[in-house]
């Protein structure tokens, strides 16, 4: 079992910046790709980010990529989401999420535990 608390969210105007934490226990999280995910109102849950075991890998949905960097601290057992350039549209509920597979860090259906969720709100 992993258990994934998300931090830092918040109230931001556009063009600002968050970071996102989330802090992991249980099982050693260096064993687990690391992901972020968000979900808008009305909307369906998208993929943000992801980072592999070693931090070798990142990946960046199309809308985030140049704004957003993902990283990992694997002694702290922290996963980070470093949010620039924040636009109206990156209002969110943003959720950490661990996966024990090789395979797709993209699709939510391949992570195996979940946070609760932080609310990123960005003002116009």
């Known amino acids: 079992q992993v258990q994934l608390v998300e931090s830092g969210g918040g109230l931001v105007q556009a063009g600002g910046s968050l970071r996102l934490s989330c802090a992991t226990s249980?099982?050693?999280?260096?064993?687990?790709?690391g992901g972020w995910f968000r979900q808008a109102p009305g909307k369906e849950r998208e993929f943000v980010s992801a980072?592999?075991?070693?931090?070798?890998?990142?990946y960046y949905s199309d809308s985030v990529r140049g704004r957003f960097t993902i990283s990992r601290d694997n002694a702290k057992n922290t996963v980070y989401l470093q949010m620039n350039s924040l636009k109206p549209e990156d209002t969110a509920v943003y959720y950490c999420?661990?996966?024990?597979?090789?395979?797709?860090?993209?699709?939510?259906?391949?992570?195996?535990?979940w946070g609760q969720g932080t609310q990123v709100t960005v003002s116009s």
């Open positions: 249980g099982r050693t999280f260096s064993s687990y790709t």
């Open positions: 980072i592999t075991r070693s931090g070798g890998s990142t």
């Open positions: 999420a661990a996966s024990s597979r090789f395979y797709g860090a993209t699709m939510s259906r391949t992570y195996d535990y």
